[in-house]
């Protein structure tokens, strides 16, 4: 089975993403904060819908539902063995 693992560039990307689309704004969000929307684009990889995360309506800026992908260059993927 293989894992995605976010990387520093994939933070600052989350970052930026969060700033343009969240309505909230960038200053709002800790580097916690952050870590918690990497864990969810991690987690969408392994359900095999690729490394990405939603911004709800509620959140976004405007009003509709946001999917922010994270490029290839912004996670790892590794090998995970299963026992």
Not at 7 to 17: P, T, V
Not at 53 to 69: A, C, M, N, Q, Y
Request: aromatic fraction near 8%.
């Amino acid at each position: 089975m293989k894992t995605a693992r976010i990387n520093n560039y994939g933070l600052k990307q989350i970052a930026h993403e969060l700033a343009k689309h969240h309505k909230l704004g960038g200053e709002h969000f800790t580097p916690s904060m952050i870590s918690a929307w990497a864990a969810e684009a991690e987690q969408s990889f392994m359900d095999g819908n690729g490394c990405q995360f939603e911004i709800s309506r509620f959140d976004s800026v405007t009003g509709r539902p946001v999917v922010v992908l994270i490029g290839e260059e912004g996670f790892d993927v590794e090998e995970v063995c299963e026992e």
